[in-house]
């Protein structure tokens, strides 16, 4: 008697690139197949994956970390670019989870609270959370001492632009090692406003030699 299977099986073990190759030749006609199959077989599928899920958790996460670590930068902007794209709709998304799921955030928080501390620690080592930190502590003297507070992050980068990224003290480049600080030409301790006019970028070592000295110059 005929065996048709242990044919097929047969056969495709000779011809290993056959199903490969018509996939990619029928590509239109596989999705619309595995579209109008899914549709059909929906909820099987679904209780198929979420057993499957279950039965994989830890591998799932094994290799999640890994391709993660593999493709970190790919991924960072691959995510990036689609919220971009897509901003309005994951703000109303997220907007509409919150609401349905009330406290959401603080329990997560709470479960996973020393995952959260840990990884600000690493942002605030980053360059972005060390101007962060930055504006907060002039932000914060600024509210104190009841300055104008107007510079933005864009006007602080078309500073760094303006000044060919080197201290206008003493000419030194910034880099990853010498981060740029922003000193203000007229103190906040005498009256000086964090504003666009009052800043000039500076390396660490000039805005500590300057301190708040009106006039300072390292010649």
């Known amino acids: 008697m005929f065996d048709q299977k242990k044919y097929m099986k047969k056969w495709h073990s000779k011809h290993p690139d056959y199903n490969q190759k018509w996939r990619k030749e029928n ?27 279950e039965e994989k958790k830890k591998q799932i996460a094994e290799y999640a970390k890994r391709y993660y670590e593999e493709n970190r930068n790919d991924l960072l902007e691959h995510g990036r670019e689609y919220y971009k794209n897509n901003r309005k709709k994951i703000l109303k998304r997220v907007k509409k989870h919150r609401e349905d799921n009330p406290g959401y955030l603080r329990e997560h928080y709470k479960k996973n609270r020393e995952r959260y501390l840990e990884n600000h620690k690493k942002w605030l080592k980053t360059e972005n959370g060390k101007m962060s930190r930055q504006r907060e502590k002039t932000k ?31 000419g030194e480049e910034f880099t990853c090692e010498s981060l740029p600080t922003k000193d203000h030409i007229i103190p906040i301790s005498k009256g000086g406003e964090n504003t666009k006019n009052n800043i000039v970028p500076s390396c660490k070592s000039c805005n500590s030699k300057k301190y708040n000295k009106l006039n300072f110059s390292l010649h």
Not at 35 to 49: D, G, P, V
């Open 27 to 53: 590509k239109k006609k596989v999705l619309e197949y595995r579209k109008e199959h899914y549709r059909k077989n929906r909820e099987k599928a679904l209780e198929y994956n979420k057993k499957w899920r």
């Open 140 to 170: 914060r003297r600024s509210i104190r001492r009841e300055i104008i507070n107007t510079l933005t992050a864009q006007e602080w980068l078309d500073l760094l632009e303006e000044y060919n990224y080197r201290c206008v003290y003493c």
